[in-house]
């Protein structure tokens, strides 16, 4: 069978190597050489898209009343024997489901169009763009792995080029950010690869004379021992929790968004703060079912306080990027409430809030670094009135602005409205704290927007000068057409969500089966 | 009957899309006929769908339901083991489909919105002339007659909650519409905050109907999946009804402008006054009406709540009305009107009237929108003047505003038989009528509102004729329009009322015919749209076409499980409460006429009753000082403290203690061999002696 998701997988790695090759001053095509890569990796995801829904409509109209019936991974699969030894098996194996499906696809997309809003980037042009690729290449294969030691050297991986990229063309404070950015990480995933390898260890003890093995569907069959699983849960928890990421392990997030250019902070919260989410879904729920049902008071607790507390810090912020940093972790805490509800409404709407605030934060982000990159400032108290002189880039940030505070009908609301009503039905405690933040979201955003579009002119700072001059530019067409896809999808997605969730749900429900199946009730 | 309502939705929409798209590229007439074109024939189309229905009234919720598309499919209901979805057997996926609903309720709504719009659109185009964002204007009102027209008539609770929000996001934008004004702009965020919260109520109403119910459709469909009205009360107590009801008020209480999240309104009056008519008076502030109206059957299942509702009402009513009293803003005036009137709707449906809440909610469109538009040719011709000290005497000038006006004022005032008489008295009777017969504590309630009622109707009549006075009676107080250029660029610098060159009370011309035909027409309909509501006053008995054309909806079994019993008053009782309430009524006019016949008279009063009145009760301030305030300061030094020195400060001390440690164990690396060997020597030994204690 052809290797799809290995090409899907380290097509952007190729492309990061032909980039490196090129000659250093052709700038132009080493930019549309990274571009292409890109490009046609998102192309071949969306090719597997239109297959794989075509695989599970039969699939979804027998799901009607239907048992647990179908296996874990209802999917495309590949695999290939890797590192063996007798009693050792560690296999190079890719899966992909309806989930991972559609978080692949948001980070081609986001990759593709963050490529494009960073061809204003000067400096080493060569090695940003390897670097991107690179990070493309990790994210991919987090989702797509379904072996635990594949999954953890792209969980590796992730952190080398996001690393480097905040911290060579980061602004002010980029080391500091990027150093505890990676302190953070990598504390985080020392526990997990203990995790991994005592898991694996542990399942081996499960089933006498079975050999050693990382194989996801192979632990997947075992019911580990309860108080084994609560520990292997937090292990794995901890590089989870960091990269989501859930209070209170959040602390390098508005250092490292905020310093970092605008395309890398798109990537870094539009795709790879889905990993974590993701780690979450497909290895500590269905590895410790027991452990995660025990938990989950905790990591709901914690994820309510993250979206209220995080919102109202969000409100008082004066820093444009640092705000929606702290929204972007708010955000992401229904994300995991609407998961830890353990119910499809929950899972689902969980899935459908991670694709849309890849999308909103990803055109949020860049809209800023548009800003930025005119004005030279992202203090919110130096702008005002700006909408005057940029109104086609007023009306961009206004609909990114609407999507992301949940306005029904666009995207964001679809996927929090499913997750907060999953979350309701399971506590209604959660569930109201959890929809309150719709009220101080509003508010933040519409502060935001309001301050630098709206009301009178800045009579001093760097924006007053340059409005004076009369140099403020609208929108380009190259910046309205990099942007254009997430716009396309902010309307799309709130229009119909049907057939993302139509993708997802024979994997939601298998995940929910499995977990149901093991905890007591 | 026939269903017209996607092209009520879909046309003003289609304007929207064009005219955002390249309004800015367009002429005024090309502007014009998309915005005209598009809302015309949304009123068309409504008026077509309602006269068919009128012909053939609908059998049943289902035969005027249109099912578009799947929004979204998330999982089945009750068949996945443990997935606390709800008791409800069988596999139906939870669906939630896009789907128009086309009943007498809706049609009604459908009329007063295109209706009304269309005139305040073809108002607009007169009052919004030269203002260099006139496309843009057009463009947001289009958008709220599509979200609007989406609110009355989604067939669900979700759509209702996107229409919902929709039309918050268009008043946002009418409110903010001069975005340079810092004010404007301040009352746009204040109103869609505020607006926020009742959002986030209705999310939860709604999360709790889907709780209980498994379905968030009105009613069932024509597949037979039962909708909420039709399996009341399902297997929800009686306090979970009235938990979601006292939700759903929440929310209608922050769209419409009551108790206590009513902050919102008067502040929204910086929008343009076309806007104040539409969205502020006639229509977006009434769908908490209509949304009660929708919901009765989830309200007669919870009697208290509907209580509670009447209660807010009428507190509201009053409330507002004292503000109004004394308000110098003619616009503010209005505003607090609007709140008190809208109390009065509420008291309607709270004595189980609803078709008396929709009545009044009809004849306040024409009469409310009519003083709007006539305050706002009056500010048109004074060049943006909006205190009534600075007018006077206007009578002459704006011969057609103020006869208008006058009807206006005199239907809001109750006044046979212009509309708003039949409508406040059918309020009025109910309320009465409620009180006799249900009796005991719930009934001196009753007793209680309508005697606020009554005093509410008095004091409106006051401060209607006290504003009609104090702009047209009298002599002229001003010096003249107020002449502002409009700067080059789009909207209106702060401050640039400048006083240049006012030329008296002949410089004020009355409006072009493009506003003041829509001023007579609705006129006419505020001096005879009363007539469909009663007649039963004079004992010809039944003769309600409204209350008749609404009545399926609120007693056939197909839309309600359990019919509204509505306490019809007896002849006696009716004479009672309209001979009072017109007597209160006459009483408030003469008492205005007494005071302001010559002219409308500002003087300083230092009385602190008056002070605490006049500053609105000082609401805002305390809000500020008690709520917001302290929330941002809490926020500020959360975000110094815990973020800055926990978290940070954490980090970094948890880094430093791995440096200096790192520095510590750098110093066993000696390099030397011995020293190596020994520590291989002492952990052999330590472990010889671990097995050995250990046996």
């Known amino acids: 069978m052809f290797p799809l998701l290995s090409l899907i997988t380290f097509l952007p790695l190729i492309g990061g190597i032909v980039a490196l090759l090129l000659p250093r001053e052709r700038l132009n095509v080493i930019r549309w050489t990274a571009l292409a890569f890109a490009w046609a990796d998102l192309m071949i995801v969306l090719g597997l898209a239109l297959a794989y829904s075509q695989t599970i409509s039969s699939f979804n109209s027998t799901i009607v009343g239907a048992g647990p019936t179908a296996t874990y991974f209802a999917t495309v699969h590949e695999q290939a024997a890797w590192i063996v030894t007798p009693g050792f098996n560690l296999s190079y194996s890719l899966d992909v489901d309806g989930i991972s499906l559609l978080l692949v696809a948001l980070t081609s997309l986001l990759t593709v169009v963050c490529i494009a809003a960073s061809f204003h980037i000067e400096q080493k042009v060569k090695n940003y763009m390897a670097f991107m690729l690179l990070l493309e290449c990790g994210i991919i294969g987090v989702f797509l792995s379904s072996n635990l030691f594949l999954f953890y050297i792209f969980w590796e991986l992730m952190l080398i080029p996001a690393y480097f990229l905040v911290g060579s063309w980061g602004g002010e404070r980029r080391i500091y950010a990027a150093i505890k950015f990676v302190l953070y990480t990598s504390v985080g995933s020392l526990l997990m690869l203990a995790g991994i390898i005592a898991l694996g260890y542990y399942h081996q003890r499960l089933v006498p004379g079975s050999g050693y093995t990382l194989d996801l569907p192979t632990l997947l069959s075992g019911k580990l021992d309860p108080t084994v699983q609560m520990w292997l849960f937090l292990a794995f928890a901890a590089a989870f929790a960091v990269k989501v990421p859930l209070i209170p392990f959040h602390s390098w997030l508005p250092d490292a968004y905020s310093t970092a250019p605008a395309p890398v902070t798109a990537m870094l919260a539009g795709a790879m703060s889905k990993t974590g989410a993701y780690g979450f879904l497909r290895f500590c729920i ?236 | 009957m026939t269903n017209l309502t996607v092209w009520v939705l879909a046309l003003p929409l289609l304007g929207f899309i064009i005219l955002g798209l390249a309004g800015r590229a367009l002429t005024r007439t090309g502007i014009l006929t998309v915005a005209l074109g598009t809302s015309g024939l949304a009123f068309l189309f409504a008026a077509l769908g309602f006269l068919s229905m009128l012909g053939a009234p609908p059998t049943s919720p289902a035969s005027g339901d249109q099912v578009f598309y799947t929004w979204v499919n998330s999982g089945i209901i009750g068949t996945i083991p443990g997935v606390p979805a709800g008791a409800a057997s069988g596999g139906a996926p939870f669906t939630i489909s896009f789907g128009l609903l086309f009943d007498p309720l809706s049609a009604t709504m459908l009329m007063i919105v295109t209706g009304v719009g269309f005139l305040i659109h073809i108002y607009s185009a007169g009052y919004m002339e030269d203002d260099p964002g006139f496309w843009r204007f057009f463009a947001y009102m289009n958008f709220f007659l599509f979200a609007m027209a989406l609110l009355v008539s989604a067939d669900n609770f979700l759509f209702l909650l996107v229409g919902w929000a929709l039309v918050g996001l268009a008043s946002f934008l009418l409110i903010g519409f001069w975005y340079q004004r810092r004010s404007a702009v301040a009352a746009a965020q204040k109103a869609l905050v505020i607006n926020i919260i009742g959002d986030f109520s209705l999310m939860i109403a709604i999360f709790l109907i889907f709780k209980h119910f498994q379905t968030l459709n009105y009613f069932s469909d024509s597949n037979g999946n039962p909708g909420v009205f039709n399996q009341l009360p399902g297997n929800a107590t009686h306090a979970t009804l009235i938990i979601i009801c006292l939700l759903l008020f929440l929310a209608c209480a922050a769209k419409s402008a009551q108790l206590p999240l009513y902050m919102w309104l008067p502040d929204a009056m910086e929008g343009p006054t076309p806007v104040s008519a539409l969205i502020h008076a006639a229509t977006m502030v009434t769908a908490g009406v209509y949304l009660i109206a929708r919901a009765n059957q989830l309200f007669e299942f919870a009697p208290t709540a509907l209580l509670i509702v009447a209660i807010i009402g009428g507190a509201t009513a009053l409330f507002a009305a004292t503000i109004a009293v004394f308000q110098l803003d003619i616009k503010r005036v209005l505003a607090y009107s609007t709140i008190s009137q809208l109390g009065y709707m509420f008291m309607g449906e709270g004595a189980h009237d609803y078709g008396a809440g929709i009545f009044h909610l009809t004849t306040h469109a024409y009469f409310k929108a009519l003083l709007f538009l006539g305050a706002g040719a009056v500010i048109h011709a004074l060049g943006g003047e909006q205190d009534m000290r600075e007018m006077g005497g206007l009578r002459h000038r704006l011969k057609i505003t103020f006869w208008t006006f006058l009807i206006a004022a005199l239907a809001i005032s109750g006044i046979p038989p212009l509309s708003g008489f039949w409508s406040k008295d059918e309020i009025l009777s109910s309320l009465l009528a409620q009180a006799t017969a249900v009796g005991g504590k719930t009934g001196a309630i009753f007793y209680l509102l309508w005697g606020i009622g009554l005093l509410t109707a008095g004091l409106t009549a006051f401060y209607m004729f006290r504003l009609v006075l104090g702009i047209f009676g009298g002599s002229y107080r001003g010096r003249g329009p107020v002449q502002h250029g409009h700067d080059d660029e789009e909207g209106e610098e702060e401050g640039l009322h400048g006083a240049q060159g006012r030329g008296g009370i002949y410089a004020i011309f009355e409006a072009p015919a493009i506003m003041t035909v829509p001023l007579i027409i609705l006129a006419v309909l505020s001096a005879i749209g009363g007539l469909v509501g009663s007649f039963s006053l004079i004992g010809v008995t039944r003769w309600h076409p409204l209350a008749k054309f609404l009545d399926p909806v609120f007693s056939n079994p197909l839309w309600a499980t359990m019919p509204v019993a509505v306490h019809a008053a007896s002849l006696k009782v009716q004479w009672i409460s309209t001979g009072l309430s017109v007597g209160l009524g006459l009483l408030g006019i003469l008492g205005a006429w007494a005071i302001y016949r010559n002219g409308f008279q500002y003087k300083e009063n230092k009385n602190p009753l008056y002070q605490l009145v006049f500053h609105k009760y000082y609401v805002d301030e305390i809000l500020i000082a008690v709520l917001i305030d302290p929330l941002l300061w809490l926020g500020r030094t959360a975000s110094r403290l815990l973020e800055g020195n926990v978290l940070d400060g954490g980090s970094q001390g948890v880094a430093w203690v791995f440096g200096r440690t790192g520095g510590m164990l750098r110093r066993l690396q000696t390099g030397y061999m011995r020293n190596y060997a020994l520590a291989i020597l002492l952990g052999v030994v330590l472990i010889i002696v671990y097995y050995a204690v250990r046996g």
């Open chain 1, 286 to 521: 269905p590895l410790f079912p027991n452990a995660a049902h025990t938990l989950a008071p905790l990591i709901n607790t914690l994820a309510v306080i993250g979206i209220l507390y995080c919102a109202w810090l969000a409100l008082v912020q004066t820093d444009i990027k640092r705000l929606l940093g702290y929204s972007s972790i708010s955000h992401l805490g229904i994300v995991m409430l609407g998961m830890f509800a353990f119910n499809v409404q929950g899972i689902e709407g969980s899935v459908l809030q991670m694709v849309n605030h890849g999308i909103t934060t990803g055109a949020l982000f860049l809209i800023v670094g548009f800003i930025e990159a005119r004005t030279g400032t992202r203090r919110l108290s130096d702008f005002g009135g700006l909408a005057r002189r940029v109104p086609v880039l007023a009306t961009v940030m206004f609909i990114a602005v609407l999507s992301s505070l949940g306005l029904p009908g666009l995207n964001s609301f679809a996927g929090e409205f499913l997750a907060l009503l999953g979350a309701f039905l399971s506590s209604t405690i959660f569930g109201i704290l959890g929809t309150a933040v719709v009220v101080p979201a509003a508010w933040y955003m519409i502060r935001l927007f309001l301050g630098m579009m709206e009301g009178p002119r800045v009579t001093e700072g760097p924006v007053a000068v340059l409005e004076r001059k009369n140099v403020l530019s609208d929108m380009y067409l190259d910046e309205f057409l990099t942007i254009l896809p997430l716009l396309i999808l902010i309307f799309y997605i709130g229009f119909q969500p049907y057939p993302l969730t139509f993708l997802m749900e024979p994997s939601v429900v298998n995940t929910l089966q499995h977990f149901l199946s093991a905890i007591p009730h």
